[in-house]
């Protein structure tokens, strides 16, 4: 069984920071990648950041200059870590992967159960 955990949620004061923790856990062959979404109350869910084991990055423009995505390949873990956050980050993080658990499968993409971050002003 695959698994996703989050872990690093929490309440912080507008300006603030938290840092974000994901690990992948079960049988896994090659991850392509890994990244962080967040939805907010009555929005959809959107991209925050990605990146590759190669270190390579993405980054929503909201999330530009303040948050930085890395990942550790050998444990595999994605950590996202969110300066000076503001009011309207506040939203359920997700952590997503997209992997192969064999050598001859397809690509497949898993998703945590998310972790509520909500930024007060």
Known sequence: Q???????????????????SCAASGSIFRINNMGWYRQAPGKERELVATVIPGGDTNYADSAKGRFTISIDNAKRMVYLQMNSLQPEDTGVYYCTTRLRRTPWGSWGDYWGQGTQ???SS
């Open 2 to 20: 695959l698994q996703l955990v989050e872990s690093g949620g929490g309440l912080v004061q507008a300006g603030g920071s938290l840092r974000l």
């Open 117 to 119: 971050v909500t930024v």
